[in-house]
Structures are given as C-alpha cells and as structure tokens.
C-alpha cells in the first residue's frame, strides 16, 4: 500500500495549485486528483460531517508558532488535515507549518496548515486543515529537505562552527 502521507501530499498539492494558485490541471492530473480525492474519503460511517475518512496513525510532528517551533503527535490523519496532540496547542485561526517525517518512506513532508479548533479540557489537542501547497523531500538528500535536521530544543553549539 503507497504511504498515506505520499497520498495527502500529492492530493493537497494538485488541489492548492488548481484552487489557490489558478494552475489549470491537465486531463491526467484531473483524473489523478478525483482518484486520490474517493481513495482518501473511504467508507468512513461520518462522512456527512467531514469530507475525508480519519486514520489513527501516531506519528511525531513538529510545528511552527508565533515566536518558534513546537512538537506532538498527530494522533489521526485524513485527506484535509491533521488531528494533533500537543502541550501547546495553538488558538483558532493560527497558521502553522507541520513538519512530518515518513521513516518508512525516508521522506520528510510540509504542510501549511490553519487552526481549525482546539481542546478546551483534557490533553491538549488542535485540529488543523491543510491551507496551502505542500512539499516532500528525500530525507536523506541535504540538497532538498526544508528541514533539514530535526528541530532540537537547547543550548546551542558552543562552537559557532559547528552546524
């Protein structure tokens, strides 16, 4: 089975370049974006409240806010965004960038995303839609990746040399 996070990335970006950028899609890409849009919809019981199936895939994020980088868990996936558990998470309307890394796919994933809604009791938890053209990079290519090392909190190297 292809990576779902391979199959949100290429659907968000032949939806942001159609939708946000006005690049028309030529016949296959049309084809290929409906294709990805059924794949990720699934059968899931709700579909009258949301557009996408969710799938429960714990897997490490980082993100960006205002002033810095944050990190969780995204604790469920669909086709338009993200469900994410977090110390921080963000108010409503925020614009974030989440970092995801796919070891399996050697890959590393960027997605602008927007707050959508946040927990108000328990652990803290923020929805997020993905809200603009997405990348992927070989996690293992320093020539491509956005990030290319992971996001550390600390100290920083005392020898200023030392990237």
């Not at 799938?55 to 980082?62: A, H, N, R, Y």
């Not at 110390?87 to 997605?111: D, L, N």
């Amino acid at each position: 089975m292809r990576d779902l996070l391979d199959m949100i990335y290429e659907y968000q970006r032949l939806r942001s370049r159609e939708q946000q950028l006005d690049i028309p899609l030529d016949d296959a890409e049309r084809v290929r974006k409906m294709g990805l849009h059924r794949l990720l919809q699934g059968e899931a019981a709700d579909l009258q409240q949301r557009e996408f199936a969710r799938v429960g895939v714990p897997m490490s994020v980082q993100f960006t806010r205002p002033g810095g980088f944050e990190s969780g868990e995204i604790r469920n996936l669909g086709g338009g965004g993200f469900m994410i558990q977090t110390k921080a998470p963000q108010p409503i309307g925020t614009q974030v960038i989440i970092r995801v890394v796919s070891p399996r796919a050697a890959m590393e994933y960027v997605f602008p995303c927007v707050v959508r809604w946040r927990s108000q009791r328990g652990p803290g938890r923020m929805g997020v839609e993905i809200d603009g053209v997405p990348s992927k990079a070989d996690l293992y290519d320093d020539t491509s990746a956005v990030w290319r090392r992971s996001i550390t909190l600390g100290d920083a190297p005392s020898d200023p040399m030392v990237a």
